[in-house]
């Protein structure tokens, strides 16, 4: 599919970093396979020591940010009426981090907990918040619910951090550091450019961890791996049967599965590792259903009928697939 709500992109050109070309063999990082890279994450064994989820002071809250939207999004909307998000407190007076989320992913994505243990470790009170490209944050937070023009997105989440700061008004802030991942990483760019002028952050530091630097090539590089063709599907045998198979002959021969990053990891050295092919038409399909979702959400809540009829009615008891299917 391709994503029409963000085709109109700006595209971030980031400046070039001058440093010395290492070979893979010289970087020491045991995966050299992109994909693999992508899916599996950083093996266990090169990972930093970070506090335990017990050790850390951690809630989640919520926020109104659009109180009108509580009583006319369906009754199974009835989770993100609200925009919630999750705050790790220090026990003292110390930096606070905004940490915004990849594309689709919401504030309690296995990434964003990944870097909320990583910066909560070295001292920060850590402020997780849902990508403005995640369905409850378009429900609950996106003033439009159409996604994709990022200025537009970094006053969304401006927004959302100024009512997080004004909640959280009895916690000892020293000064305040923004970052985020991929698409993330891109919202934090404009953020910070806003800030610049509002001036309600002052942020001292704004990490990027590898933003798109075209975002359109970005997305159309993404939609084209779902058209990969992949060695043992046809008519009768689907890319997710073929996928769910191998897992499944993996489980017998291991006796337990769980399905982490680790797991991946382990899996990709095992005979049942999956082929270039299969990687990149699942990480396209994960692509696909973010845009799915996107569109579906959108198109709801402006009532634009492009995917749901107009007056169409929507309960707990209605099947949303038809629809996802259509986006």
Excluded: C
């Excluded at 916690?171 to 550091?177: A, G, N, S, Y």
């Excluded at 993404?222 to 046809?234: A, F, H, M, P």
């Amino acid at each position: 599919m391709r994503l029409p709500l963000l085709s109109a992109l700006l595209a971030l050109v980031m400046t070039p970093v001058h440093a010395a070309d290492i070979s893979i063999e010289e970087y020491g990082y045991p995966l050299s396979n992109p994909f693999e890279a992508t899916i599996a994450s950083t093996p266990p064994e090169l990972r930093a020591e970070v506090p335990a989820d017990e050790d850390i002071d951690q809630a989640d809250y919520s926020l109104r940010m659009h109180p009108e939207r509580e009583f006319t999004l369906p009754d199974n909307f009835w989770a993100v009426k609200r925009l919630t998000y999750r705050l790790a407190r220090q026990p003292g007076a110390a930096p606070l981090i905004f940490i915004i989320s990849g594309t689709g992913a919401s504030y309690a994505a296995g990434k964003t907990e990944s870097l909320k243990r990583l910066f909560y470790g070295a001292g920060y009170h850590v402020v997780q918040l849902s990508s403005p490209t995640s369905f409850d944050f378009i429900a609950a937070a996106s003033r439009f619910a159409t996604p994709g023009y990022s200025p537009e997105d970094a006053q969304d989440l401006y927004r959302v951090m100024q009512a997080v700061r004004a909640q959280q008004h009895d916690l000892p802030v020293t000064e305040f550091h923004l970052t985020g991942y991929s698409l993330g990483a891109l919202n934090a760019a404009f953020v910070s450019q806003l800030d610049e002028t509002r001036q309600s952050f002052n942020f001292k530091r704004v990490l990027l961890l590898n933003p798109p630097v075209n975002l359109y090539t970005s997305i159309s590089n993404l939609n084209k791996l779902v058209q990969t063709r992949v060695e043992g599907i046809d008519s009768s045998t689907t890319f997710y049967e073929l996928i769910l198979e191998k897992l499944t002959r993996y489980y017998r021969q291991q006796g337990v599965i769980d399905l982490d990053a680790a797991m991946l990891f382990d899996f990709q050295q095992s005979p049942l590792r999956l082929s270039d092919e299969q990687m990149a038409m699942l990480i396209g399909s994960v692509f696909r259903f973010s845009s799915a979702d996107i569109a579906f959400t959108s198109d709801l809540i402006n009532r634009r009928g492009l995917i749901v009829p107009p007056g169409y009615s929507i309960d707990e008891g209605t099947s949303l697939e038809p629809f996802f299917r259509r986006a």
